[in-house]
């Protein structure tokens, strides 16, 4: 049975640092990556990372974030830098794997950037 595990969120002020964590279970991954949805809209791509560590970022945290993966460890990561009041959202880690390229999503972690 697939699990995957976050962490990290919480409440940050702007122009601080996040890290978000995700733990999965399973077979060999493949991509791993983050989305984010705001309130009222649709979930959208913050960052993904394949197996041999290709990485594709959106365009708003460009420069900002970087993904992360420890395939020993079944983990991807999220560090998040110079957050602003935009980047408020549930974050959500999703991966596929190997062989089932099913996509499979974590529960979501709140972050939010206000003073």
């Known amino acids: 049975q697939v699990q995957l595990v976050e962490s990290g969120g919480g409440l940050v002020q702007p122009g601080g640092s996040l890290r978000l964590s995700c733990a999965a279970s399973g077979n060999t991954l493949n991509v791993m990556g983050w989305y984010r949805q705001h309130p009222g809209k649709e979930r959208e791509l913050v960052a993904t990372?394949?197996?041999?560590?290709?990485?594709i970022y959106g365009g708003s945290v460009k420069g900002r974030f970087v993904i992360s993966r420890d395939n020993a460890k079944n983990m991807v990561y999220l560090q998040m830098n110079s957050l602003k009041p935009e980047d408020t959202a549930v974050y959500y880690c999703k991966v596929d794997f190997i062989g089932d390229y099913r996509p499979y999503w974590g529960q979501g972690t709140q972050v939010t950037v206000s003073s």
């Open positions: 990372i394949t197996r041999g560590g290709g990485i």
